[in-house]
């Protein structure tokens, strides 16, 4: 099973600061046929289901603020929140589905400083 | 509109079962790669079980030999039978849409059902 980790548990930003997440898999999710990284970065408030953000790795889905960027290639991911606002408060998970069983991070939980 | 709306939660004892729904609107369900994650209380998402447009099937080991997926594509809907459950399969079920005709990411999420066990 390819074990995805993130880091840090917890971060605490000012507003307007930069905020960034990383995620690392236990083994390449990079296929190397069509040169895409197979991972997606999801966001989740209290009570709500998580929301999509991120697909191969550094595509925005549609309608999510381009404060939010992925990078990253291979085995090692971010996720960056380049000018945090209020409403960004929320856990974020990566997740791979390069194979199954399709794992997720252990969640990252983004607070105001 | 895209969406999926789960049924069938509830406080369950050890040991005994129950099947989790997940009506699906404004798509086909058949033509899409469909997928259970939970969340236990406190704790981070965990896959549990995919089935492809194909009909193939995949479950992760804590649910392996317990938890059936399934459609009905009549109903256009999505299942999870759930039997010999414990203490530890405790969490809220979402289903969610994968892709069509091969893995990738989930959107959208319903908005999941909570499933208690305990005596």
């Known amino acids: 099973d390819i074990v995805m980790t993130q880091s840090p548990d917890s971060l605490a930003v000012s507003l307007g600061e930069r905020a960034t997440i990383n995620c690392k898999s236990s083994?390449?999710?990079?296929?190397?046929?069509?040169?895409?990284?197979?991972l997606a970065w999801y966001q989740q408030k209290p009570g709500q289901p998580p929301k999509l953000l991120i697909y191969?790795?550094?595509t925005r889905e549609s309608g999510v603020p381009d404060r939010f960027s992925g990078s990253g290639s291979g085995t090692d991911f971010s996720l960056t929140i380049s000018s945090l606002q209020a409403e960004d408060v929320a856990v974020y998970s990566c997740?791979?589905?390069?194979?199954?069983?399709?794992?997720f991070g252990g969640g990252t939980t983004v607070e105001i400083k | 509109e895209v969406q999926l709306v789960e049924s069938g939660g509830g406080l369950v004892q050890p040991g005994g079962s129950l099947r989790l729904s997940c009506a699906a609107s404004?798509?086909?369900?058949?033509?899409?790669?469909m997928s259970w994650v939970r969340q236990a209380p406190g704790k981070g998402l965990e896959w549990v079980s995919i089935?492809?447009?194909?009909?193939?099937?995949y479950y992760a080991d804590s649910v392996k030999g317990r938890f059936t997926i399934s459609r009905d594509n009549s109903k256009n809907t999505l299942y999870l039978q759930m039997n010999s459950l414990r203490a530890e399969d405790t969490a809220v079920y979402y289903c969610?849409?994968?892709?069509?005709?091969?893995?990738?990411?989930?959107?959208?999420w319903g908005q999941g059902t909570l499933v208690t066990v305990s005596s």
């Open positions: 083994q390449s999710v990079l296929y190397s046929s069509n040169n895409k990284n197979y």
């Open positions: 191969w790795a550094s």
């Open positions: 997740q791979q589905y390069y194979t199954p069983p399709l794992t």
């Open positions: 089935l492809y447009s194909s009909g193939t099937t």
């Open positions: 969610a849409r994968g892709r069509q005709q091969q893995l990738g990411w989930f959107d959208p």
């Open positions: 404004g798509f086909t369900v058949s033509n899409y790669y």
